[in-house]
């Protein structure tokens, strides 16, 4: 079992930056792909940005491309989304999420985090 625990969220103006963590615990960090989806209030879940298991490939969503990063630490065992000028339509709650194989939809994620709040005022 794999557990995923994001950090990271909070209130930002528009134009600013945040920087989301996932650690992931339980398992070998190493053999999965990470990524990250949101969830706007009163939409569907989104895929937001997503990394290979050996971090050579990442993906984005084309509404974050040129504007968010997403990176793997394997030796502190932590995903990161590097958001940069964050604009309201950001506003979500944003989910990690854990694959056996690279992903840019929900469809193959085994494991998710809580959320974490993202909220970017205008």
């Known amino acids: 079992q794999l557990q995923l625990v994001e950090s990271g969220g909070g209130l930002v103006q528009a134009g600013g930056s945040l920087r989301l963590s996932c650690a992931p615990s339980g398992r070998t960090f190493r053999s999965y792909a990470m990524g990250w989806f949101r969830q706007i209030l009163g939409k569907e879940r989104e895929f937001v940005a997503s990394?290979?298991?050996?971090?050579?490939?990442?993906y984005y969503a084309d509404s974050v491309k040129g504007r968010f990063t997403i990176s793997r630490d394997d030796g502190k065992n932590t995903v990161y989304l590097q958001m940069s000028g964050l604009k309201p339509e950001d506003t979500a709650v944003y989910y990690c999420a854990a694959a056996l194989i690279g992903f840019t939809t929900e469809a193959v994620v085994g494991y998710w985090g809580q959320g974490t709040q993202v909220t970017v005022s205008s």
């Open positions: 990394i290979s298991g050996r971090g050579d490939s990442t």
